[in-house]
């Protein structure tokens, strides 16, 4: 498939990683049709744009008209604002997810990605986490009862551009930038292993090839870090100018509803494979350039050098 161009649609593509995914389908030549309740700030030239509901079955099933390729990005994807909404949450991620897949078999896509978690294979990150689990299921059903042929990509930890305040390094280095200050739920031993966003869009796109249809992909960065050391990494980028605070979990905040130690392997989904890339964008690096770009948009000294 990735030989040939092809037409994919990209719901929830003006969002962090869905952004960056329509950059990369377009990068490797395919025709990109970017779906989401508003217009993409990111829209590049050769991209279309759909403004829309997923729950709005007309205007889903004629954005998927002739499309070769569906990506699922369109969901609640926010823990906290997922447990605080249970309702709304199932709704949108779990019926808006059966309703594309319902619109993608009937279009006669030949690939439909969804975008998942690691945390599917926690007891960790409350709705968030069991309305993925339950995306997954409805998705395999799709496969066996009408052959629509899926991939599962289950991410990890995302850093970068275009990121939200939902989105925890960028949280932190706005905080730092600021406040001169970031704080942390928790104690920092935690086990991380975060990858750029770029890297993970590429690793999206890859997917397309023969051998990963009806298959669950882990996509996750390849430098294990412990919180504490990328905070420690993070405050000498800034010149030591900054002060760490570690502070117990809020309970009234459900922090310790998703804060997986060290794995979150506890539940057993179907397992999946994990796609590694030979070239990937150091995370210091990353980092560096991450502080430069918040620190011209906040109006703060980048400290980095």
Not at 71 to 90: F, K, L, M, R
Request: charge should be negative; charged fraction near 20%.
């Amino acid at each position: 498939m990735t030989a040939t161009k092809s037409r994919a649609v990209v719901f929830g593509g003006a969002g962090f990683l869905g952004s960056f995914v329509a950059d990369a389908l377009s990068a490797a030549g395919h025709d990109v049709v970017v779906f989401d309740r508003r217009p993409s700030p990111y829209l590049r030239e050769g991209q279309r744009g759909v403004v829309g509901d997923i729950l709005d079955a007309k205007i889903v099933a004629d954005a998927i008209a002739g499309a070769d390729i569906v990506y699922h990005y369109a969901a609640v994807g926010d823990i906290a604002a997922a447990n605080t909404d249970p309702v709304e949450t199932i709704r949108v991620n779990v019926l808006g997810t059966t309703m594309l897949l319902d619109a993608a078999r009937r279009a006669g896509v030949k690939r439909f990605v969804f975008a998942s978690t690691l945390y599917v294979y926690s007891e960790k990150g409350g709705f968030y986490r069991s309305g993925k689990q339950a995306c997954e299921l409805v998705i395999h059903d799709f496969q066996s009862a009408y052959e629509l042929p899926f991939t599962i990509l289950r991410y990890g930890s995302l850093y970068g551009p275009r990121a939200t305040e939902s989105n925890w390094i960028h949280s932190i280095l706005k905080q730092a930038l600021t406040e001169g200050r970031i704080v942390r739920a928790g104690d920092g031993e935690e086990i991380r292993e975060y990858i750029h966003v770029w890297d993970a869009a590429q690793s999206s796109v890859d997917i397309l090839a023969p051998e990963y249809e009806n298959a669950s992909i882990i996509i996750t960065g390849q430098q294990p870090m412990r919180v504490r050391d990328l905070l420690t990494m993070i405050r000498e980028m800034l010149d030591n100018k900054i002060a760490i605070e570690y502070r117990p979990p809020d309970e009234a905040s459900h922090d310790r509803a998703w804060h997986y130690q060290m794995t979150p392997y506890s539940y057993r989904p179907q397992i999946a494979r994990r796609l590694t890339k030979t070239s990937y964008l150091d995370l210091g690096q990353g980092l560096l350039d991450l502080i430069d770009q918040m620190a011209q948009s906040v109006g703060g000294p980048s400290g980095a050098g």
